[in-house]
Nanobody, 122 residues
Framework: VQLQASGGGLVQAGGSLRLSCAAS????????LGWFRQTAGKAREFVAA????????DYSDSVKGRFTISGGGAEDTVSLQMNNLKPEDTAVYFC????????????????WGQGTLVTVSS
């Protein structure tokens, strides 16, 4: 599976950014898609996920109410709208995919793309 993410950048606290990702690869039935993030010296942290048909979503408590994940349709694309960004949201964000949405409940992913850096200045 190939995952291509885009949309990172520098933004001031309180601002917004939108990340996008497209998945391509071997599965005919598509993928559940999600985002993780990582800062230096810390473990990767689950952010949000969406099921293949887009009917189910899951968010970490730290982003709930500020971030919105969308997509999960036939095109295997996903977006993450990030609003009211905080300096603690600064991280490298990774687009990920699972064959099953339920795998995200374990806060893990089978397929990982290259990260995109999000920097939130105070």
């Amino acid at each position: 599976v190939q995952l291509q993410a885009s949309g990172g950048g520098l933004v001031q606290a309180g601002g917004s950014l939108r990340l996008s990702c497209a998945a391509s690869g071997r599965s005919r039935s598509g993928y559940a898609l999600g985002w993780f993030r990582q800062t230096a010296g810390k473990a990767r942290e689950f952010v949000a996920a969406i099921s293949k048909g887009g009917s189910q979503t899951d968010y970490s408590d730290s982003v709930k109410g500020r971030f919105t994940i969308s997509g999960g349709g036939a095109e295997d694309t996903v977006s993450l709208q990030m609003n009211n960004l905080k300096p603690e949201d600064t991280a490298v964000y990774f687009c990920t995919a699972n064959d099953r949405f339920s795998t995200f409940y374990g806060r893990t992913a089978d397929y990982w793309g290259q990260g995109t850096l999000v920097t939130v200045s105070s």
